[in-house]
């Protein structure tokens, strides 16, 4: 049919027949870039495992220390999926300035206490005295809201990343469904067969393709009338719907195309173009195809990236606050019970919880608390007091003058201790007593 058109010169040849009925210029791309991203956005990058919301690609502070190279490995080949990004390829991008400077001012909530041993006697335990919250176990108070207490300096003021998109085809020529029915019910979510461009895996590149066009030509309507009125090439006529194509040449001349979606022409075009090169033939299922951008805004500018980190920080303040300080438990004694002041400045004997022993720490305290006799049956220590946010620990305010209280350890062991405390006065003296069984 092409052949016929140039030859004869019909309407102005098969190149101008073809640029009339897409409605574009002849030298214009028959997909266009709006249709592919789109399509590549909503097919081929949205449907990764790793990739947000909206197809965005996230850069995280990891990516910014390691000048972006994490992104191949991240959106690269996952499950079914082949990658957004070329494996083979290293992202690059500069973040960080040769003068970046982040610096962080925090408080400490850890407090050193007077601690007693039933075993070894007097003994010294760090703790957590953490009233500000939200959580109420952070070693260290950070705020990076505060720009007093955090600040970033020395980001690039307009980064850019180089990468590499690269989209594998399907391993067969994927044709056309043609003749209607059923062909003209042949959609995205509802393909006709097996081997419709529809039924393929969203990422392939004969999908994005197809869906490019399909963006471009879904409301495409044409009549395109030559040869004196007798050859006609329709697309959305005579009740069909928008963008397919019939060609209706006398006596079927040419051997004109069945009667199919633009956008199916469009995809089969471009997989022989793709195979079909000047230089060599490509097999089906090898031309993969790949593209570098370089110098691709990341989306924020230096001062932007400065402020959008805060809030992420100020999420992780926690795992931070435990990151930064390391263990701080392994320097302690093992007491059961320490002297410390609560909320409002009032001190009271903690008996020690499983966050004082460390969180694999074994935490071998049948009975904890403190008791009015050595049967451990009357407890006069309370874990929840008015007031006070901690609710892991019994706790016991201890009067001026005498008291006697006891007390199992982690070995099971019972002791009885009476302590003096002298009014007008935060210290205490301990006298301990094992029980004999």
């Avoid at 970033?152 to 990343?161: A, C, H, K, M, W």
């Avoid at 999908?207 to 409301?219: I, K, P, S």
């Avoid at 050859?231 to 006529?237: D, F, K, N, S, T």
């Avoid at 451990?376 to 001026?400: F, M, N, Q, Y």
Wanted: hydrophobic letters at 40%.
């Amino acid at each position: 049919l092409r052949d016929l058109s140039d030859a004869l010169g019909i309407g102005g040849g098969y190149s101008q027949i073809l640029a009339d009925a897409l409605g574009i210029p002849r030298t214009a791309s028959i997909v266009s870039t709006a249709g592919l991203v789109e399509s590549f956005k909503t097919n081929f990058v949205a449907t990764h495992p790793a990739v947000g919301e909206d197809a965005k690609l996230s850069i995280t502070l990891e990516d910014a220390l390691t000048e972006l190279a994490p992104l191949a490995h991240r959106y690269g080949p996952t499950l079914d999926h082949p990658g957004v990004l070329d494996p083979t390829f290293v992202p690059h991008g500069e973040v960080f300035g040769p003068d970046f400077q982040m610096s962080a001012v925090a408080a400490s909530n850890l407090r050193l206490c007077d601690g007693v041993d039933g075993d070894q006697g007097k003994g010294f335990i760090s703790v957590v005295a953490d009233e500000i919250g939200p959580s109420y176990h952070d070693e260290l108070e950070l705020d990076f809201s505060d720009p007093s207490s955090f600040s970033v300096s020395g980001l690039v003021d307009n980064p850019t990343v180089d990468i590499r998109f690269r989209a594998i085809e399907a391993p067969q020529f994927v044709p056309s469904c043609l003749g209607n029915p059923p062909c003209q019910g042949n959609v995205p979510i509802n393909p006709t067969n097996a081997s419709s461009v529809w039924a393929l895996d969203p990422w392939l590149l004969e999908y994005n393709v197809a869906g490019g066009a399909r963006n471009d030509y879904l409301n495409r309507t044409f009549n395109g009338s030559y040869l004196f009125g007798t050859a006609h090439v329709l697309i959305g006529q005579d009740g069909n719907p928008p963008g397919w194509l019939t060609y209706d040449i006398p006596l079927g001349i040419g051997n004109p195309p069945e009667d199919q979606y633009l956008w199916e022409t469009v995809l089969e075009v471009g997989q022989v173009a793709l195979h079909q090169t000047p230089f060599a033939t490509i097999p089906e299922g090898t031309a993969a195809v790949a593209f570098t951008l370089e110098d691709v805004p990341v989306g924020l500018t230096g001062s932007e990236a400065a402020q959008a980190v805060r809030p992420y920080l100020q999420a992780q303040a926690s795992e931070l606050s435990d990151f930064l300080l390391g263990d701080y438990r392994k320097n302690n004694d093992s007491v059961d019970f320490y002297w410390r002041r609560a909320e409002g400045g009032v001190p009271y004997l903690f008996f020690v919880d499983q966050n004082d022993v460390g969180p694999d720490a074994l935490y071998s305290y049948a009975n904890p608390g403190f008791f009015r006799t050595s049967a451990l049956t009357e407890k006069v220590s309370t874990a929840t007091i008015p007031g006070l946010t901690d609710t892991s620990h019994e706790k016991l305010e201890i009067a001026v003058g005498q008291t006697t209280i006891y007390f199992a350890d982690d070995g099971g062991q019972t002791y009885r201790a009476r302590i003096v405390r002298e009014a007008d006065s935060d210290e205490l003296e301990i006298r301990l007593a094992r029980k004999v069984k």
